[in-house]
């Protein structure tokens, strides 16, 4: 989400998008903490320091840079949200277990799963945020949401990439895992979570052309509800595989 922000121009979009949802950013990392400090112990006893630590900063970085959106601080806002972006990505980092060991190849899998996946959803969330914010201000440009829908198109494609990889090497190295149910849910996983997000962003560039910014909006819900049913259905399936699904 905070680097589809990031390439979404301020000249075209109000600054009210980005305070509004750098408050989201910071509830979610406030989330994070909370989480983190109850059960941290007993899930990631290694880094449970460091993830509070992080989720801390995310949250307090969150709410300074949603206050430089306030005060129209555009160029110094755009700063925060590129250093959350950052400290995210660490984060991230450093909570996989697979990374947190260096083997180079787990490595590059999990690197790969992480930023397809987050890309993804973040880019289609942000983007139906955007056009929810559309309907607040209707005379804004259609150009930053047109560029969000193709932001988001390409992340899928590179999420199709790495999980046509991911599920080769399962069913080379691990033939063991593939039976009946887990062609089920990897049928659930694609059809949801790539063919019927990508139709709902194809819809969703159509209807920007009559332009009709309240049914985009709408179709971008869906898309939102179908990727992360496919990204779900992905954790459920990599739970016993080596491999991002």
């Not at 059960?39 to 993830?51: A, K, M, N």
């Not at 980092?93 to 397809?116: F, G, K, M, N």
């Not at 309240?214 to 819900?221: C, F, M, P």
């Amino acid at each position: 989400m905070l680097i589809a922000m990031a390439i979404t121009s301020p000249r075209h979009v109000t600054s009210g998008f980005f305070r509004v949802h750098l408050w989201v950013a910071m509830g979610i990392n406030a989330l994070a903490a909370m989480v983190v400090y109850m059960i941290g112990s007993d899930y990631v006893p290694e880094v449970r320091d460091q993830l509070l630590t992080q989720s801390i900063l995310l949250t307090v970085g969150s709410y300074a840079g949603a206050v430089c959106w306030l005060y129209e601080k555009h160029k110094l806002g755009r700063i925060f949200i590129v250093v959350l972006v950052v400290l995210t990505g660490y984060t991230a980092w450093i909570a996989t277990p697979e990374v947190s060991t260096w083997d180079i190849r787990q490595t590059l899998i999990e690197c790969s799963d992480i930023i397809t996946s987050s890309l993804a959803v973040g880019s289609i969330m942000t983007a139906m945020l955007l056009g929810h914010w559309y309907l607040n201000t209707p005379t804004m440009d259609l150009m930053p949401l047109r560029l969000l829908l193709k932001f988001a198109a390409i992340a899928i494609l590179l999420r199709v990439i790495t999980i046509s990889i991911g599920e080769a090497c399962l069913i080379m190295y691990q033939s063991e895992l593939v039976n009946t149910q887990w062609w089920i849910f990897v049928g659930l996983r694609w059809l949801a979570g790539i063919i019927g997000t990508s139709i709902m962003l194809w819809m969703t560039w159509v209807t920007l052309r009559i332009p009709n910014t309240q049914s985009a909006t709408g179709i971008l819900y869906a898309a939102t509800i179908l990727v992360f049913i496919g990204e779900l259905t992905a954790q459920i399936l990599s739970d016993t595989g080596l491999y991002p699904l």
